[in-house]
Nanobody
Framework: QVQLVESGGRSVQAGGSLRLSCAVS????????MAWFRQAPGKAREFVAG????????RYADTLKGRFTISRDNAKNTVDLQMNSLKPEDTAVYYC????????????????WGQGTQVTVSS
């Protein structure tokens, strides 16, 4: 089965930058679409950014586009999230997620999740 492990979360000051990384275990890494989600205390999980396998395209939450950048390295089996100009409202647990190419084509939900990494942005 596919396993995802996030790392890189820490406390930073507002306006700072942070880079999260997701390590993917599995021989079919290139056949999965990847994404980052986040969940703040007391709030629902929300989509942050995604990167397609089939089209090699990226998409972002409207409120985050321009500050966050998602990328993948199939050779290293990693997916990164570069976060710039961080704001206190970015504080959340960030999760890496994956879905199969078939699920991507269908528009189905992500079926594989990491354990999450905490990001705290202070004023």
């Amino acid at each position: 089965q596919v396993q995802l492990v996030e790392s890189g979360g820490r406390s930073v000051q507002a306006g700072g930058s942070l880079r999260l990384s997701c390590a993917v275990s599995g021989r079919t890494f290139s056949n999965y679409a990847m994404a980052w989600f986040r969940q703040a205390p007391g709030k629902a999980r929300e989509f942050v950014a995604g990167i397609s396998w089939e089209r090699s395209s990226t998409r972002y939450a409207d409120t985050l586009k321009g500050r966050f950048t998602i990328s993948r390295d199939n050779a290293k089996n990693t997916v990164d999230l570069q976060m710039n100009s961080l704001k206190p409202e970015d504080t959340a647990v960030y999760y890496c997620a994956a879905r199969t190419l078939w699920a991507e084509r269908l528009g189905s939900e992500y079926g594989y999740w990491g354990q999450g990494t905490q990001v705290t942005v202070s004023s």
